[in-house]
């Protein structure tokens, strides 16, 4: 739905009647950091998905009690990388 000049015209209208020109910058501030606050929250949630779906996939092959020292350090580091990258 494409919205042409008078209908946004006649939306900010309305806008200052409801709320006035001293509200409206604030409001807009606040819908702002509630929508960065939204897809900050998403992205976080993606990334414990993938964290989640690492760590199962790397203690199919061999538990990680089972690992040498050399080894535990090897998968503590690309732990790390995998999660810098995110």
């Known amino acids: 739905m494409n919205f042409g000049g008078w209908e946004i015209f006649l939306v900010v209208v309305v806008l200052f009647l409801l709320f006035g020109a001293s509200?409206?910058?604030q409001l807009a501030k606040s819908l702002g950091q509630s929508r960065k606050a939204f897809k900050e929250g998403m992205r976080e949630a993606?990334?414990?998905d993938l964290?989640?779906?690492q760590l199962r996939g790397s203690?199919?092959?061999r538990p990680i009690a089972n690992l040498t020292d050399a080894e535990l350090?090897?998968?503590?580091e690309r732990r790390e990388e995998?999660?810098?990258e995110h």
């Open 23 to 25: 509200r409206l910058p």
């Open 46 to 48: 993606e990334e414990d």
């Open 51 to 53: 964290a989640a779906q």
């Open 59 to 61: 203690s199919k092959d």
């Open 73 to 76: 350090k090897a998968e503590m």
């Open 82 to 84: 995998a999660r810098m």
